[in-house]
């Protein structure tokens, strides 16, 4: 199946723990982007790259790493978790200069992280 | 960037039509309006994306006004499969390709 795929779905763990999100895309998109979404249902981005180059670094604390080994990949480490790390996160993919924003990006299903 | 306002909630039943009414005054001259579909515990779907005047697709019409400060997403005989959260966004391709969503709208269709 051509998708975004994210693992693990669900992340349970313990404060000051590290843990990584793994993300795989096999559409041939050239963008990867990380989002978190937070109890509000509020979907705010985190990073992007293109090419394996990031292009987005919004103001996130530097305990979230992102690496992108390739264009098909974009993984996400945590390092000493907090408990207001809890929330869902999406990995998404697109072409990036399509002329058309917003066109066409495709997310996966999500990972919740709990933090306890 | 253009901020967005939607309702944050709607109801409607089976088979109705539903119309979303995005609020986007502040819209830019390359701006896009964009819109995505959110079902629970799934990452958000495009629907549909449109500049100016009309676009329909399979799932869903978008109607834009000629001064383009607010969009209408229609959704023409909904089902209880509808219900979701949808997502109004605008922006344009010097953001470095981030959608900004606002607080979306919850839809939910009752039998």
């Known amino acids: 199946d051509t998708a975004v795929s994210q693992t693990p779905k669900y992340l349970v763990t313990q404060m000051g723990n590290d843990k990584s999100i793994k993300c795989e895309q096999n559409l041939g998109h050239d963008t990867m982007y990380w989002y978190k979404q937070d109890s509000k249902k509020f979907l705010k981005i985190m990073f992007s790259y293109n090419n394996k180059e990031l292009i987005i670094n919004e103001t996130v604390p530097n305990r979230f790493s992102p690496k992108s080994p390739d264009k098909a990949h974009l993984n996400l480490h945590i390092n000493s978790l907090e408990l207001g790390d809890s929330a869902v996160y999406f990995c998404?993919?697109?072409?990036?200069?399509?002329?058309?924003?917003?066109?066409?990006?495709?997310f996966g299903s999500g990972t919740r992280l709990t933090v306890v | 960037l253009a901020k967005t306002t939607q309702p944050i909630s709607m109801d409607s039943y089976e088979g109705q039509e539903v119309n979303i009414t995005c609020s986007h005054n502040n819209i830019a001259t390359n701006d896009y309006i964009t819109w995505y579909q959110q079902f629970p515990s799934q990452g958000p779907r495009f629907i549909i994306q449109?500049?100016?005047t009309k676009v329909t697709n399979e799932v869903a019409s978008l109607f834009i006004p000629a001064d383009r400060k607010s969009s209408t997403l229609s959704l023409p005989r909904v089902s209880l499969s509808d219900t979701a959260v949808y997502y109004c966004?605008?922006?344009?391709?010097?953001?470095?390709?981030?959608?900004?969503f606002g607080q979306g709208t919850e839809l939910s269709v009752k039998p």
């Open positions: 449109g500049y100016k």
């Open positions: 998404a993919s697109s072409h990036r200069d399509r002329g058309r924003p917003g066109y066409g990006y495709t």
């Open positions: 966004l605008v922006g344009e391709g010097n953001q470095g390709g981030k959608l900004i």
